[in-house]
């Protein structure tokens, strides 16, 4: 199992940036692919981005591609999320979550959320 911790949330205003962290304990982190998910009030919660264990390939929606990047530091057992360019409909809470191996892509663990703020 693992434990996931979320933080650099916070208020921005429309055009900035912020960079999320993700911070995991328990077992080999470079085990699980990880990603990123966003809840907006009142909406279902959706995919943000993905990467894979080594780092090497990533994915993301098409409402944050080239404002976003994913990235991990296997040695730090962190995933970030630098958003830049924001928009007020990036306001959200944050989530991040890992998928373990073999689980055909699902997310099996979740932290609790960072908020996302984007003052228009």
């Known amino acids: 199992q693992v434990h996931l911790v979320e933080s650099g949330g916070g208020l921005v205003q429309a055009g900035g940036s912020l960079r999320l962290s993700c911070a995991a304990s328990?077992?080999?982190?470079?085990?699980?692919?990880m990603g990123w998910f966003r809840q907006a009030p009142g909406k279902e919660r959706e995919f943000v981005s993905r990467?894979?264990?080594?780092?090497?390939?990533?994915y993301y929606a098409d409402s944050v591609k080239g404002r976003f990047t994913i990235s991990r530091d296997n040695a730090k057992n962190t995933v970030y999320l630098q958003m830049n360019s924001l928009k007020p409909e990036d306001t959200a809470v944050y989530y991040c979550?890992?998928?373990?191996?073999?689980?055909?892509?699902?997310?099996?663990?979740w932290g609790q959320g960072t908020q996302v703020t984007v003052s228009s």
């Open positions: 990467i894979s264990r080594s780092g090497s390939s990533t």
């Open positions: 328990g077992r080999t982190f470079i085990s699980y692919g």
């Open positions: 979550a890992a998928s373990e191996p073999g689980s055909g892509g699902s997310f099996d663990y």
